[in-house]
């Protein structure tokens, strides 16, 4: 059996309503268009990992299309389900976090670990908005948006020799009622931060 331990009981992806998976005619029209769409974009350089599902939305049979997207694609990993709802698929083990301490965790089918969502620190900057509604974890200005993205650098650096196989800020850039990038809405102010911090 599949499954995430989730307050004492484990959470299958083959529950179909509970992910709003209901509609057996839903499923198959999302399988045949993934993979219509990785034989489309196989040849894409730019694609280092294919995505199945991210947090749970619509997820479904995660363990049984992890095993389609690679014989579609056999040359890239695969991420079966992005943060949460681990069904023990896939080449990594997937963690969203913004709100816990940054851990690794030793996964037990021995997949690399990586935290492919953290960050998502809000800084607004007057005019470059998208919307007036937003959503993140607040930092009021530039001067104090930088020490706490500074620290949480240092934070990932830190987490490489336990183990930490990637990780991945959120975001570059800010989006519609999402003002935790790196730059803005319109891209033209970069929120206090230096280069050679990123990298």
């Not at 299309?65 to 890239?76: K, M, N, Y």
Request: proline letters at 4%.
């Amino acid at each position: 059996p599949t499954g995430l331990p989730l307050l004492g009981k484990v959470l299958s992806d083959r529950h179909y309503k509970l992910l709003s998976r209901e509609d057996d005619r839903e499923r198959g029209r999302f399988e045949k268009e993934l993979l219509a769409m990785i034989h489309h974009l196989s040849n894409a350089p730019c694609i280092g990992m294919w995505v199945i599902f991210n947090e749970g939305w619509g997820q479904f049979d995660s363990v049984r299309l992890t095993e389609l997207v690679r014989q579609e694609d056999p040359s890239r990993p695969v991420d079966h389900a992005s943060g949460w709802f681990d069904q023990k698929a896939g080449d990594i083990c997937s963690v969203h976090n913004y709100f816990r301490d940054l851990v690794v965790e030793k996964d037990p089918a021995g997949r690399a670990f990586v935290i492919s969502e953290y960050g998502g620190i809000t800084c607004r900057v007057p005019g470059h908005v998208s919307t007036e509604g937003t959503y993140g974890y607040h930092a009021e200005t530039t001067e104090t948006f930088a020490p706490r993205f500074h620290a949480l650098m240092e934070e990932i650096r830190s987490l490489r020799e336990k183990g930490l196989a990637g990780a991945v800020y959120t975001q570059v850039s800010d989006i519609e009622e999402e003002d935790n990038g790196l730059l803005t809405y319109d891209r033209s102010v970069n929120k206090g931060l230096l280069t050679d911090t990123i990298n």
